[in-house]
């Protein structure tokens, strides 16, 4: 017998095979949260799809989230609430704290949670374990290069020349959608930019309050902690012209050296160096059209999310139920009125979400002084539901 292995088949010969038999041939690109979401979904409910995804294996950068009840909702529906729970925190409290670091406000959750359902504290990673662990097989280190459209269908050309027709592209690879690019102009994408960004390290400290998310800003800086199982996520905050010359060890020591006594020096003082660190860019970015032809966009490739207000995934998870729900009742010939009914479901929801967002930002990325004195003052009277007013309306629509 013949040691020699047998060739790996194609891109395009793998999503061939993962799409016999299906009834809408549906190539989802992209396998974050939105795409896994999408996939796990449509796969419940007996269809068959296929999703490549452009890294090489399971592995994902990682970061902290908050899932909101708009995620969490989609969770029970995949009856994933009880893994949920084994591997996130409660989140009870919001805490804002001054440049000094005392507190100025503690905001309860409980007006939150107890009408739309519990705020959650996970890794991405394990939210994305548990959504690919429910969606089916996963192509990596696969993306696409070109996509041709007709009127009853879509040719696809992979990045190893291989090619498939499917139905539909979903383009839910991320704020800089390589799929978008291929059937969008650039100006149809309207990009964001805060002028800051920050580094996502992580800590072994111990919180007192692990049901609590607590952040301080001050002017020119800032720091968030975000307890998960086992650790807790830091986020050091600053104007990009600043993180750009430092990395996070070298920015962790200065902020370390401005931090008073009290959690937020304790908890980095415990931060883990072996642990790999993430650079976010604080900026985002708005799709004019969220569909052409065969082609659809979803969660960051439509909208991207800050993540000052912690409800991006949540609201990409939304948006791959409503997805769903209409490709459930679709079929190819009327593929677009489906998508048409989608974005007419979905975009005025994201984009005020996304508004709400970018409003939390322009009180959290300060750099004068004195705008940043008024803004601890005025926080002092700001209540929960208007921090996050237009939030809640989009879970009220829900």
Not at 320 to 349: I, V
Request: hydrophobic share 45%; aromatic share 8%.
């Amino acid at each position: 017998m013949s040691d020699a292995k047998m060739p790996t088949p194609s891109v395009g010969d793998q999503v061939a095979r993962q799409l016999d038999g299906a009834r809408l041939r549906i190539l989802i690109v992209g396998a974050g949260i939105a795409g896994a979401t999408l996939a796990a979904l449509l796969s419940q409910r007996g269809e068959r799809v296929a999703v490549i995804e452009r890294n090489k294996d399971a592995l994902d950068n990682g970061y902290m989230l908050g899932l909101m009840p708009l995620g969490g909702r989609v969770l029970n529906g995949l009856n994933l609430a009880a893994p949920l729970r084994a591997k996130s925190l409660a989140m009870n409290y919001y805490a804002m704290h001054n440049r000094r670091g005392r507190l100025i406000r503690r905001y309860p959750m409980a007006p939150l949670v107890d009408r739309f359902g519990s705020l959650d504290g996970i890794e991405r990673g394990d939210l994305l374990a548990l959504l690919r662990g429910a969606c089916g097989s996963i192509i990596y280190d696969a993306s696409v290069s070109t996509i041709a459209q007709e009127d009853d269908g879509a040719d696809v050309t992979f990045h190893d020349g291989s090619r498939t027709r499917v139905d539909l592209v979903v383009a839910a690879d991320g704020m800089h959608s390589q799929t978008r690019a291929l059937v969008l102009k650039p100006k149809e994408v309207e990009p964001f930019e805060t002028g800051w960004g920050g580094w996502v390290i992580w800590s072994k400290g111990h919180v007192e309050h692990p049901d609590t998310y607590r952040e301080l800003w001050a002017a020119g800086w800032g720091m968030g902690l975000y307890p998960v199982p086992g650790r807790v996520g830091i986020f050091l905050a600053g104007p990009d012209a600043v993180l750009q010359e430092t990395d996070a060890e070298s920015y962790a020591v200065a902020i370390e050296a401005r931090l008073p006594k009290g959690p937020f020096l304790d908890v980095l003082k415990m931060r883990d160096r072996d642990a790999p660190s993430f650079y976010w860019p604080m900026a985002d970015c708005r799709a004019r059209v969220w569909s052409r032809g065969r082609v659809v966009l979803l969660g960051d490739a439509a909208a991207a999310f800050l993540p000052t207000a912690g409800v991006g995934a949540s609201v990409a998870m939304d948006s791959a139920a409503a997805l769903a729900d209409e490709l459930s009742r679709a079929d190819a010939p009327h593929m677009g009125h489906a998508l048409e009914l989608y974005e007419k479901r979905q975009r005025h929801r994201v984009e005020l979400a996304q508004q709400n967002s970018r409003n939390l930002a322009r009180l959290m990325f300060v750099s004068s002084p004195r705008v940043a004195w008024a803004r601890d003052q005025m926080m002092r009277f700001y209540t929960l539901r208007r921090l996050i007013k237009d939030i809640s309306k989009v879970m009220d629509s829900a």
